[in-house]
């Protein structure tokens, strides 16, 4: 007797990364030298977990009895108002603007999917994702569709994503597309100046053919360098046409990734509909976990409102930015000396190196104690968890399992 419905049976028991993660631990308790690049969280460089003294501090000053309550199921009003303002500025995309918190920005997406995509549809994203996307759409009873995220020039492909875009909603009548810039996950790209503009005024252009809402995955966007009026200024453009969504989590930008604090936003400037929308991510937020970590609401909304907690967690987030930048630079130099094959990497948590065989790559890497995740096309390398003096010998490992996957691939094809 099997007692779940066919649809839950053989489900794997832990996510791919995580189980690579254990792998790393279970040889680096044996004594090995091991170089862990698998996890997406920002350590230093002896190792442990980096955090912000001024966010623990505000989350210890929450009065208990406030910290115990149940949260209001959108999440408290002065939190809301801070995540707007966080994501859009102060400009016309905040004013038209509403939100709901969600945990993390997994359940932000989570709500996006389930009220601008009808059950049997699909997202629309870039060929190198976030592979929880999948688990999140197929999970709601929902789909994925790409496009090929890099044209010849290694460039992100425009014209790739209306193509592909307008087709869908042709088939569709509805787009959700996902774009997770500035510093995408797997490959560390962040979107140009140039590039945001073309992606808006692709997005206006669909339009015409169907009801388009666009989700800005923000996860790594406080490690980067670039400011977010650029995109926030791009989407301004189109903003009476598209639904611009953001999904936002103090996750990575307040390094609290086990307090689960995030949000949907959503700018739409006509009131009727705006109030609409409101009302349905709210529901799904009821219908979904009900309501969220109510000690991270208070705290996260005391670090975004008051300004001398603000100042200080910028400097204290200024610091972590410099130490995975000087990652960054020391990858760019040893990956360019070896020859790898990778997408501009100007700042973030990930990077992704091409290579005809990920499987390989990652194996030949693993042989050498250095532990990376293999997708499609690619091994993608959490530049975040690896020591800057480290960084050598995992190029290194990595450049001999591209060098092996080459091999075998030329091997194939005598």
Not at 119 to 132: A, C, K, N
Not at 163 to 173: I, M, N, P, S
Request: aromatic content about 8%; proline content about 5%; charged content about 20%.
């Amino acid at each position: 007797m099997n007692s779940l419905i066919s649809e839950a049976r053989g489900r794997p028991g832990d996510d791919p990364i995580f189980t690579i993660n254990a792998a790393a631990n279970a040889r680096r308790a044996k004594g090995e030298p091991v170089i862990n690049a698998s996890l997406g969280a920002l350590l230093d460089d002896d190792g442990g977990l980096s955090v912000m003294p001024t966010v623990f501090e505000a989350f210890q000053s929450v009065p208990a009895q406030q910290a115990a309550a149940y949260a209001p199921i959108a999440g408290d009003p002065p939190f809301l108002e801070a995540v707007r303002r966080d994501a859009f500025g102060s400009g016309t995309m905040f004013e038209n603007s509403v939100a709901a918190a969600t945990p993390g920005g997994t359940g932000a997406l989570l709500n996006a999917m389930m009220n601008f995509l009808e059950p049997g549809q699909s997202i629309y994203t870039s060929s190198y994702y976030w592979s929880p996307y999948r688990i999140i759409a197929g999970h709601n009873r929902r789909g994925v569709e790409t496009f090929p995220m890099f044209d010849g020039a290694g460039a992100f492909h425009l014209s790739a994503f209306e193509e592909g875009l307008v087709a869908q909603l042709k088939r569709q009548g509805r787009a959700l597309v996902i774009l997770n810039f500035p510093c995408h996950n797997p490959t560390g790209y962040t979107l140009d100046g140039a590039e945001w503009a073309g992606v808006a005024a692709a997005l206006g252009r669909a339009s015409e053919h169907g009801d388009v809402a666009l989700v800005v995955d923000l996860a790594y966007a406080a490690f980067g360098t670039q400011s977010p009026s650029v995109w926030v200024d791009a989407m301004e453009t189109v903003c009476d046409r598209v639904a611009v969504l953001a999904a936002w989590t103090a996750s990575k930008s307040f390094a609290q990734y086990g307090a689960r604090v995030g949000a949907l936003i959503a700018s739409i400037p006509d009131a009727d509909h705006r109030l609409d929308v409101e009302n349905a991510i709210s529901y799904t937020c009821r219908g979904s976990w009900s309501n969220c970590n109510h000690l991270g609401l208070l705290a996260v909304s005391q670090l975004l409102l008051d300004e001398d907690l603000r100042s200080r967690v910028g400097s204290e987030r200024r610091a972590l930015v410099g130490l995975l930048s000087d990652r960054v630079d020391a990858f760019n130099a040893a990956a360019g000396a070896r020859g790898l094959v990778y997408p501009r990497y100007e700042g973030g948590f990930f990077v992704s190196v091409f290579t005809p065989d990920a499987e390989e790559t990652a194996r030949v890497a693993a042989a050498d104690g250095v532990f990376v995740v293999p997708m499609d096309g690619a091994v993608r390398l959490a530049l975040c968890a690896v020591p800057r003096t480290d960084i050598p010998r995992l190029v290194d490992a990595v450049a001999r399992g591209v060098e092996a996957a080459n091999h075998t691939k030329d091997r194939a094809h005598a």
